[in-house]
């Protein structure tokens, strides 16, 4: 069983926190969402994963592949690094792990955090997609079915055939059969949404072609991929996973929870919560915080913060409303 996790993103609309970080390595309560990726399936399959195959961006450097393998080795997973020279779509980046394309396996977009409390039931199915019910399917790839059985995929609908959206999680049994079909898209050159290379179509060829399809859904489906959104999730996340809140340091200060308080994190003086993730390492003193991240090593001092991110090595200080500040700088509102 492999995991196959696409991740060369810039993750353009959460920086400045992804400049130096790739989005699905930031940490939601003190576990990077690719980590948390590895344990759901290693949880969930039928068998642990054996390969991690992470296709990263020709800029990522080996401080990101160490993060990788660390993630790995501690699962008992082996690690592969293929490269994404070019953001060319969906299915372009998969197909650039082409040498790990064979065998049953899972595909996994790191954009996103999703909950699954009970094992996948996989059938005999050729392909599993995970889908979530939304509202508006326009926005998304979504799952036509009939009956239990999938019918067609269709990326960005105009019309609401479905409200069944694709979160961008699919069973593989067979994954180079996948290949076949990304390596039909690129040769031919058929590029759809977007004008690039969609995996939502090397999937529909494979059904058109007659392989089963059906369908898992998901108990929760939180969305990483703006500043606005990845707090949201963040305090979803701390809601749903209450237990051993406060592993750092905590003096004199009103906590109101649910807040994490990291290793070696240090909050004094201050009042804090609701929905506040203050990661390893990070301090906050004399200050006022609710709905907020402080990443690692972060600093909070003298202040009052609503709605804020604070990055990396980052320090904050002065009466400042909601911030977003990246790694290593500094703010100082007086």
Partial sequence: MKLIVPMAGRGTRV?????????????????????????????????????GVFVLGPDFGEEIRDQLTEICDERGITPHFPVQEEALGTAHAVGCAAEHLHGEGVVVFADTLFALTEEVTLGDADVVAFVREVDDPSRFGIAVRDGEQVTELIEKPDEPISN???????????????????????????????????????????????????????????????????????????????????????????????????????????????????????TVSNAVVRDSIVFADGQVENAVLADSVVGRHAVAKGRVQSINIGDHSEIDAG
């Avoid at 989005?23 to 642990?48: H, N, Y």
């Avoid at 898209?185 to 494979?206: H, K, M, S, V």
């Avoid at 998901?218 to 305090?235: F, K, N």
């Fill in 164 to 282: 069944e959206a694709l979160i961008g999680i699919y069973y593989i049994r067979e994954l180079a059969n996948l290949k076949t079909a990304i390596d039909f898209l690129i040769e031919n050159d058929l590029r759809g949404a977007g004008g690039e290379y969609q995996l939502t179509d090397a999937l529909d060829r494979r059904l058109q072609e007659g392989d089963v399809f059906t369908t898992a859904s998901v108990d929760a489906w939180m969305d990483c991929g703006t500043i606005p959104a990845l707090l949201d999730t963040t305090g979803r996340v701390l809601e749903r996973e209450s237990e051993n809140l406060h592993q750092g340091t905590v003096e004199d200060s009103i906590i109101h929870d649910p807040v994490y308080v990291g290793p070696d994190a240090t909050v004094e003086n201050a009042v804090v919560g609701p929905r506040v993730s203050i990661e390893e390492g990070a």
């Fill in 15 to 51: 920086r400045p926190h992804s400049h130096v970080t790739p989005k699905p390595l930031l940490s939601v309560r003190g576990r990077s969402v690719v980590e948390r990726i590895v344990d759901t399936f290693s949880r969930v399959l039928p068998e642990t994963p054996e390969d």
